[in-house]
């Protein structure tokens, strides 16, 4: 049975810091932004959206193509910008997009690598019940210390995956690389808003990571770079899927799966399937019956390769306009404004920013989060 992708859509904030502006007031150049790591703007959230909104934002978009909601029976949220360690993020989801209460919800994590986690756990369970469709999203606000060396790398998105057997995007293949290590190169402590990091490490063991995942990809499928026509990856910043894609597919264009991450940053759980998404809108070939590399990373950590056909037909099933739209549409924050999204962690009143749906966190009341509807 082909089970995978029926349906897939992303959002961001509507909000963007140019790196130029970024560079300006932290003194450096600009050039080790724009080439060293391969970003141009990050996205910036105001106080009333959070993974929430984003993720009810892109599951909208995606279910927009599911005649029957009540065959959903599964909603995984994937994050690591939780901000309950008790009740799931998923929860609000399944209000919001008024899903059959029949339906098994919760969030889980694994820092980026989670919506890859989500993911092959929606195919398992379709494979089990070859009816039922599972909702699986990734949703993920990425804060650092300002003024760090990782400040020009945050940013944030949400990814929404309709799983279902004959699916209309992407047939997901099983043979998956694994490689799971102990190490400290990025976490945070339930007490902190931003990851703490240890960049070096970091870019190592994504590196390293994917020489093992790769190796046991091939020795379980069979396959070989030849016969995969692109590769998406995990993007933290577009430089670093570059370094991935040249250790091993040197031969192959990356360029259209970076133009969304270029703009938007890392958006953790969300990014690989960013990077998908974007291969798809903005490459002119048609990539039926092509075979996609997938390479998920998250920090801590565990990684995974696998990889997936693209489905004939699959553009019916794109929005490509509206993303394009989407983007292009965000305002420019400023400097000060940039700041102060930072230091409010209370909702601000009336609409005095929109968020990327038409959801907004309304305000926190002893501890709990109210969403409203935008009128
Ligand atoms: P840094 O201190 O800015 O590093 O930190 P750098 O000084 O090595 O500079 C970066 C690059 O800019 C270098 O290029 C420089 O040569 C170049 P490279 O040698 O690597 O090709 N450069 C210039 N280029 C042009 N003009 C110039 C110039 N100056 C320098 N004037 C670092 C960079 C990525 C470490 C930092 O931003 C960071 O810590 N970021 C966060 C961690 C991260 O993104 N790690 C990626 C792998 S881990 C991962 O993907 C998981 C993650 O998403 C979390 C999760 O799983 O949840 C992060």
Request: aromatic residues 10%; glycine residues 6%; proline residues 3%.
């Amino acid at each position: 049975m082909n089970i995978g992708i029926d349906a897939i859509a992303f959002t961001t904030s509507r909000y963007l810091m140019p790196l130029e502006e970024l560079a300006r007031r932290r003194q450096v150049d600009y050039q080790k932004y724009c080439i060293g790591l391969g970003q141009t703007e990050m996205a910036v959230f105001p106080p009333n959206e959070d993974i929430v909104t984003l993720g009810i934002a892109a599951a909208k978009r995606a279910i927009q193509f599911v005649s029957d909601k009540d065959s959903i029976d599964l909603v995984i949220f994937a994050t690591e910008s939780s901000f309950d360690v008790s009740k799931s993020a998923g929860i609000y989801v399944h209000h919001f997009l008024d899903l059959s209460s029949s339906c098994r919800v919760f969030d889980i994590k694994q820092a980026c690598y989670s919506l890859t986690a989500a993911l092959q756990m929606a195919k398992n369970h379709v494979q089990l019940y070859p009816k039922a469709r599972a909702l699986v999203i990734g949703s993920d606000i990425v804060h650092y210390e300002l003024d760090s060396a990782a400040e020009p790398t945050q940013g944030g998105g949400a990814v929404a995956i309709v799983v279902s057997a004959n699916p209309r995007i992407m047939r997901i293949e099983p043979f998956s690389g694994l490689y799971t290590t102990d190490v400290m190169d990025f976490w945070r402590p339930v007490k902190k808003d931003e990851a703490l990091v240890d960049g070096k490490l970091s870019t190592y063991t994504y590196m390293k990571s994917l020489e093992i995942c790769y190796e046991q990809y091939k020795q379980l499928s069979g396959l070989d770079s030849e016969d995969l026509s692109r590769v998406c990856f995990h993007t933290p910043f577009t430089k670093m899927a570059r370094k991935a894609n040249n250790l091993f597919f040197s031969e192959k264009n990356i360029d259209a799966s970076l133009l969304y991450n270029t703009i938007i940053g890392n958006s953790c759980s969300a990014s690989l399937y960013i990077a998908l998404i974007s291969l798809l809108d903005n490459t002119e070939e048609d990539l039926s019956e092509k075979r996609i590399g997938l390479f998920s990373y998250g920090s801590g950590s565990m990684a995974e390769f696998f990889s997936g056909t693209i489905v004939a037909g699959y553009r019916d099933m794109l929005t490509s306009d509206d993303n394009k739209k989407m983007l292009a549409s965000r305002e420019h924050v400023t400097w000060q404004q940039y700041r102060d999204f930072r230091a409010n962690k209370q909702p601000v009143p009336a609409d005095d920013f929109y968020t990327s749906g038409d959801i907004r966190l309304e305000q926190i009341e002893e501890d709990k989060r109210i969403y409203s509807i935008r009128s």
